[in-house]
């Protein structure tokens, strides 16, 4: 097991999309969610389905059901250890949209630009 971090992806306006998005829940959703993010950081990538899945090729999805609702928190890893979480949606399917993914790409792509 390695040392994970996660991170939350911030746009140049100084939002954090997957915070905003936390905010809006329920009290139990953001629970169920953070619970989530506790085995992210614990097994980082190695983490497996149901929990974590790749959807691209840098991008993975988070996966947590609660009440029915689908919650999709997408990410990327960079070198170190670290995880971005870059997007988050919440579906009554179970099927992860493709401009979801290609956000999230586009999202690392700027987050390595502002690193370099």
Do not use: C
Not at 15 to 42: C, G, I
Not at 78 to 99: C, I, P, Y
């Amino acid at each position: 097991m390695g040392v994970w971090t996660i991170d939350l992806y911030e746009t140049r306006a100084g939002r954090r999309p997957v915070q905003e998005f936390m905010d809006q829940l329920p009290p139990d959703a953001r629970a169920k969610l953070a619970r989530s993010f506790d085995l992210l950081e614990r097994f980082g990538l190695t983490l497996t389905p149901p929990y974590l899945r790749k959807v691209g090729d840098h991008v993975w999805e988070l996966r947590t059901t609660f009440g029915g609702i689908a919650y999709r928190i997408l990410l990327f890893g960079m070198e170190g250890g670290r995880l971005v979480l870059s997007h988050a949606t919440a579906k009554k399917s179970m099927k992860l949209k493709a401009s979801d993914i290609r956000l999230t790409e586009r999202r690392r792509r700027e987050y390595i630009g502002e690193r370099r």
